[in-house]
């Protein structure tokens, strides 16, 4: 459900109350269409998240941990230098409308007290903030709409502000009961549509519970004993909005799915199980925080991943062109060779000769050999002993870059399967920060908040009682597999493909072969071949696996490895994290 009028309605008095007296200490934006205000008060401080993101617009104070860009956008520095110790004196709504709008006593540049109000608007796809001053002249936009985007409402820097275009509808919040039901009852439509089609302030899941009791009955055939019931559910939500013992801010589950949210028991639920709140923000920030969590670590991803794959590209090109320049420096023995030959033949030619033909005292043959018309004859030998010096040195550089660049590719294509593990912000931190320690990423600043919440491992417990612990990322492999690892530890890896570190605990003991073919699953699991048959890994001990001196993190080798061949099940690989520690 997004918010309608009706809930804005009480949203805003909920927030006059608890923003009573606050001041704005801080302004970030997380993103392009959120943001974050940190207030203070009497109470003391809290963070206030004002969305614009179509599908998820909304208001409410929240306890969630912001990643915040670098660079500010324009837009949160405009608010800042208007808003920032401005004091928030009453939050409002146009009736009927989805708006709120959030007034702040500030003071201008010049030292005088002024007005300013945000507009936030929750109107779907058209979703804003809008920052307006005391002449109701727009300052600025979340999302500035011109006039290629729109011929009615302008929302552009200088512009006169208007109030969002109201429908052709009676409004619930300012008719009364009997006003309502009269004009349902005009509608042929069925009640629920009828509802939303004639009235304006509910959502359609609010049209559904007041048309709840007439399933495909058609609006304009209701007696009027049909039409009281009509009128008691128009009632019921009329008493939740003017009486706060009435209202049940609560969410519907479907399983762990959430369904719907609303501020009055919803009948057409009443088969599923429902959480309730003691007001709209805690609901709004358990309803709206996950799925935007979700949202953001997706966009990450895709982020990351196109990042890295860029990089990836331009290394395996960069190799491509190391290789080309490899194999042109196989010429090599040929001008020492040729330089040789010249020098035993100084006598045979003269300067201004274009080549010459000499005998290779190596195989008998008679070699002609190009000479520089304006070099002496000792000066073509050297200069090809110079090239054949400068070939080989080439030679050497580029066979070490090309072995840093296959580690190099190893390394990215490791990050690329990282990213598809990465299920929290300080995941995706934790692979930048080994981007950017590996020279990949510039301008990164990795801000670590306090102790990290989430465990850098994955944990399971095999059939046998033995604890299996898998890296989520390269920092976290090489520090399983160098540090965390001990004793007679079993270290196990996807053969010749990315894929986790994963360390079986022995305790010093000898597992049993269930016990070792499930952490070969659950390595063959967490690898970029998680979807193959028959999938090779390779197990060693874990005093085996070496870093790579010099190497990036995560990058190792390891001896007297043996491989099995296992098809992982994810079903089965999913239920060993559950199992209880013997």
């Known amino acids: 459900m997004a918010l309608d009028a009706v809930t804005i309605q009480l949203l805003a008095e909920e927030l006059n109350e608890q923003l009573s007296g606050s001041r704005v200490e801080k302004i970030s ?7 974050v205000f940190t207030v203070r008060n009497y109470s003391g401080k809290r963070q206030l998240i004002l969305s614009a993101r179509s599908g998820s ?8 941990d912001f990643d915040f860009p670098a660079t500010p956008p324009a837009f949160c520095m405009l608010l800042r230098k208007h808003l920032i110790n401005a004091r928030f004196t009453e939050v409002t709504t146009i009736p009927g409308d989805r708006v709120l709008l ?16 945000l507009s936030v608007e929750m109107m779907g796809r058209y979703s804003n903030i809008v920052l307006v001053d005391t002449n109701g002249i727009i300052l600025d ?24 275009p109201v429908p052709d509808k009676i409004s619930f919040l300012s008719a009364d009961v009997d006003e309502l039901v009269a004009e349902v009852r005009t509608s042929p439509r069925i009640v629920s549509d009828a509802v939303l089609q004639k009235v304006s302030g509910l959502s359609p899941l609010l049209c559904r519970e007041v048309g709840l009791q007439f399933e495909d009955r058609n609006a304009n055939t209701l007696s009027d004993q049909e039409a009281e019931i009509l009128r008691n559910g128009f009632l019921r939500i009329k008493n939740a909005l003017n009486d706060k ?7 519907v589950f479907d399983e762990t799915r959430m369904v719907e949210f609303s501020f009055l028991p919803l009948l057409q639920y009443h088969s599923l199980k429902n959480e309730t709140f003691e007001n ?8 709206y925080s996950e799925r935007d969590r979700e949202l953001r670590l997706k966009n990450r991803s895709r982020d990351l991943s196109k990042q890295v794959r860029q990089l990836l590209e331009r290394s395996i090109r960069k190799q491509e062109s190391r290789k080309e320049d490899l194999i042109s420096t196989q010429k090599a023995d040929q001008k020492r060779l040729y330089g040789e030959l010249l020098t035993a033949n100084l006598n045979s030619f003269k300067r201004g000769d274009s080549r010459v033909a000499v005998l290779n ?6 070699v002609t050999i190009p000479l520089d018309v304006t070099k002496t004859p000792n000066g073509n030998a050297q200069q090809y002993f110079k090239e054949y010096r400068k070939l080989r040195t080439a030679a050497d550089v580029l066979q070490k870059l090309i072995k840093d660049g296959d580690d190099e590719i190893e390394y990215l294509k490791q990050v690329s399967y990282d990213i598809t593990q990465a299920s929290t912000e300080e995941d995706f931190m934790e692979i930048r920060k080994d981007l950017k320690d590996a020279g990949f990423l510039r301008g990164f600043k990795y801000k670590q908040k306090g102790k990290r919440k989430a465990e850098p491992y994955f944990r399971y417990l095999t059939s046998g009682g033995y604890e299996v612990i898998v890296g989520k990322n390269n920092t976290a492999n090489e520090r399983l597999s160098l540090s965390v690892a001990a004793g007679k530890d079993l270290w196990f890896h996807v053969k010749g493909a990315p894929g986790s570190h994963v360390i079986l605990k022995t305790e010093n003991t000898v597992p049993d072969d269930n016990s070792m073919t499930e952490a070969c699953e659950i390595a063959a699991y967490h690898s970029s071949q998680s979807n193959g048959q028959l999938i090779a890994v390779d197990y060693t001990e874990a005093r085996r696996v070496k870093k790579i001196p010099g190497g990036k993190p995560g990058m190792v080798t390891y001896t007297e490895q043996k491989t099995a061949y296992v098809t992982p099940d994810e079903s089965k690989i999913e239920s060993l994290r559950q199992n209880k520690k013997r």
Request: aromatic content about 10%; charged content about 30%.
């Open 102 to 117: 959030m007034r702040f006593d500030s003071i201008n540049d010049m030292g005088d007290k002024v007005n300013l109000t």
């Open 361 to 366: 005292y190596y195989d008998g043959e008679t």
């Open 57 to 64: 617009a909304r208001v409410h104070f929240t306890n969630e």
């Open 245 to 251: 013992v009435l209202r049940s801010w609560n969410i």
């Open 280 to 287: 709209c923000s805690d609901l709004l920030e358990k309803y």
């Open 29 to 35: 934006m997380p993103s392009r269409d959120e943001a």
């Open 141 to 164: 936009a979340i999302k500035r709409i011109d006039e290629t985007q729109s011929d009615k409402r302008l929302i552009i820097p200088g512009e006169i502000f208007s109030s969002p």
